[in-house]
């Protein structure tokens, strides 16, 4: 198998891996649950924005020109992938959510990946976020414009803290 099969798989197997997702997403859009114009942030964008039909900011700029502007002249900032978006980006850019997860902003309610979620935002006093998305699904992620500013974005969302369970 070529480097390039290989590559070929890996792409294959993460879309099927995040397509559930990205369609769920894509079906709160539709539904009203989540506006047209909600603004999340995650490092492995794929086919989550262009299936969701949300836009999205990809934190390693890839796909965003700010963040692939910034950073130093190290060698590790000068490829894409050694390029991170900040927090001050991501509120400033008027982010609504962004993912704890690198990947997933939504999680299975019955899944492994919002317990392990779960322990990770205690351990590190992170002020991550759940909301009940319907269908089984958790969103998961930090708030950059405040709980009480995506209570207004998402009115059909109710927002509780993984942390201290408020």
């Not at 879309?15 to 649950?33: F, N, Y």
């Not at 020109?65 to 590790?76: C, K, L, Q, T, Y």
């Not at 299975?108 to 392990?116: I, S």
């Not at 969103?139 to 009480?148: E, R, S």
Request: glycine share 10%.
């Amino acid at each position: 198998m070529c480097i390039r099969d290989s590559r070929q798989e890996e792409h294959r197997l993460f879309v099927d891996l995040v397509m559930p997702e990205a369609e769920h997403l894509r079906s709160m859009v539709r539904s009203g649950v989540l506006p047209r114009d909600a603004l999340f942030g995650m490092d492995s964008v794929g086919a989550i924005p262009y299936v969701s039909e949300l836009r999205v900011i990809d934190r390693l700029g890839l796909n965003d020109a700010f963040v692939a502007r910034s950073g130093g002249s190290s060698p590790e900032s000068l490829v894409a992938h050694g390029k991170r978006a900040s927090w001050a980006y991501a509120v400033e850019a008027g982010a609504d959510v962004w993912a704890f997860d690198p990947v997933h902003t939504l999680v299975r309610e019955d899944g492994p990946k919002l317990a392990e979620l779960t322990a990770n935002a205690r351990e590190l006093r992170v002020p991550v976020y759940r909301a009940d998305a319907g269908e089984g699904w958790v969103l998961v992620g930090l708030l950059p414009q405040g709980p009480a500013a995506a209570g207004a974005r998402f009115p059909r969302l109710r927002f509780e803290s993984l942390v201290d369970g408020s």
